[in-house]
């Protein structure tokens, strides 16, 4: 089974027509602003649980999705 995504504008779609963006979580003690870029650019973490991803639609509305994913079992939570 593929996982559909839900998009609020093309309504359930296959994972396949997405492109996944991560939204990680920078460290409040990383105060430089170029330091914060970096991490949320590069460092992105690999959890075993929720994370909250966004999704690009490339073939179809071209509008990002944002959403709630266990990565461990693939569910989405919202």
Known sequence: MSIRIPCPH??????????????PE????????????????????????PVTERWFHVY?????VTVRRDTRDDALLR
């Open 10 to 23: 093309c309504g359930e779609r296959p994972l396949q027509e997405f492109v996944l963006g991560e939204i």
């Open 60 to 64: 179809g509305c071209r509008r990002w």
């Open 26 to 49: 920078v460290p409040d003690s990383i105060t430089d602003p170029e330091e914060r870029a970096f991490d949320r650019a590069f460092m992105h973490g690999n959890v075993a649980g």
